[in-house]
């Protein structure tokens, strides 16, 4: 069964870098698909930020592409967010999915920026 | 971007009865690769997201046979056919034809 489990911080300061993990098991990110990145802010809908495959190729959103960077670590099974120069507005649910149709998905991880 | 439009927002239903929910995009999700990349998704209260529909009809393991989707081109419908109560939750509509955009979501309430 194939799991997925964000992990970081719960609480960021404006301005600061937004950090998180997905750990997977149940597969080897190694043998294929894409694995993304996917936030809720609270009460509203969702919004695609962004993806990786195993090879290290990325895809962002748009609008989100000039602070965001995805990386993976085939080693440990994991792959990573990092989202820079938060403010409020990136108070969100992060969840990480695999694959482009977001077959699997992450419990999710509440991430307030806040002073 | 290709924008999703959902409607309606909210709708409810009663146990055993039906329902339909509408999908728009703002341009065909017909890929050049002959494939339509549109996803359906139920978001039941205080849970992640879950795919049920993919390719426009294809239901994902394990969802009941009662869940269909159906439509071409810019125009997609989910339908449920007798509603139960753990249908109840956000429904969200999902192109990936160019990169990837979510409707706005209809809730379903049960009565």
């Known amino acids: 069964q194939v799991q997925l489990q964000e992990s970081g911080p719960g609480l960021v300061k404006p301005s600061e870098t937004l950090s998180l993990t997905c750990t997977v098991s149940g597969y080897s990110i190694s043998s294929g698909y894409y694995w993304g990145w996917i936030r809720q802010p609270p009460g509203k809908g969702l919004e695609w930020i962004g993806s990786?495959?195993?090879?290290?190729?990325?895809d962002y959103n748009p609008s989100l592409k000039s602070r965001v960077t995805i990386s993976v670590d085939t080693s440990k099974n994991q792959f990573s967010l990092k989202l820079s120069s938060v403010t409020a507005a990136d108070t969100a649910v992060y969840y990480c999915?695999?694959?482009?149709?977001?077959?699997?998905w992450g419990q999710g991880t509440l991430v307030t920026v806040s002073s | 971007d290709i924008v999703m439009t959902q409607t309606p927002l909210s709708l409810s239903v009663t146990p055993g009865q039906p329902a339909s929910i509408s999908c728009q995009s703002s341009q065909s999700l017909l890929h050049s690769d002959g494939k339509t990349y549109l996803y359906w998704f139920l978001q039941r209260p205080g849970q992640p997201p879950q795919l049920l529909i993919y390719g426009v009809s294809k239901r994902f393991s394990g969802v009941p046979d009662r869940f269909s989707g159906s439509g071409s081109g810019t125009d997609f419908t989910l339908k449920i056919s007798r509603v139960e109560a753990e249908d109840a939750g956000v429904y969200y509509c999902?192109?990936?034809?160019?990169?990837?955009?979510f409707g706005g979501g209809t809730k379903v309430e049960i009565k």
């Open positions: 999915v695999r694959g482009g149709g977001f077959d699997y």
């Open positions: 990786i495959y195993h090879s290290g190729t990325t």
């Open positions: 999902m192109q990936r034809k160019q990169r990837s955009t």
